[in-house]
């Protein structure tokens, strides 16, 4: 990043995966973004964003929310200002986890999955699960604030083999 840029102002992370095959159980995906103090990025999350929710300043907010990956384009997705986050944050680790309901799914079970995170209409980083395929949640990405207070992006896909409720407490590593 040069010394001109102002750094991550407004990300997208959209989510998409195909429907289950007809008589199985559809498959969900969530995407989840975990937000850290500054003091603390790597302690607790000051709060959590997911399963159709928002940031309680309004900053994060899930705008689609599908239990299916049925429909066109993105299935989940994932709206994330950074230039309206309060100073206090430094740290936003951004995940995606499968729901456990009728038996464990693996990423390498559920047909075209792909993440993509943009700004604007650029592209960050794009990633479809294959190298953590035997994982039922990972981190695909952070953002954090660097001295001068600007955003950076850093792709970071990490699987784990873990239930949707203790991937937020794995998240931070």
């Known amino acids: ?43 607790r999350p000051a709060y959590v964003v997911h399963f159709d929710s928002r940031s309680p300043d309004g900053t994060i907010i899930l705008t689609r929310d599908s239990r299916t990956g049925q429909g066109f384009g993105a299935d989940e997705v994932m709206t994330l200002e950074f230039d ?49 395929s035997q994982s039922t949640a990972a981190v695909v990405c952070e953002f954090t604030r660097d001295e001068a207070g600007n955003w950076e992006f850093r792709e970071s896909v990490r699987g784990f083999d873990t239930d949707p409720q203790d991937f937020v407490s794995l998240m931070s590593g």
């Open 1 to 43: 990043m040069s010394s001109l840029s102002k750094g991550v102002r407004k990300a997208e992370v959209a989510l998409k995966w195909d429907p289950s095959p007809l008589g199985e159980t559809p498959n969900d995906l969530d995407l989840v973004a975990a937000t850290y103090r500054s003091d603390s990025t790597n302690g």
């Open 84 to 132: 309206r986050l309060a100073p206090v944050y430094g740290r936003v680790v951004v995940g995606v986890v499968i729901q456990q309901r009728d038996g464990r799914k693996v990423f390498g079970d559920i047909a075209n999955t792909l993440v993509r995170v943009l700004e604007g209409h650029g592209e960050l980083s794009a990633c479809d699960f294959t190298a953590v």
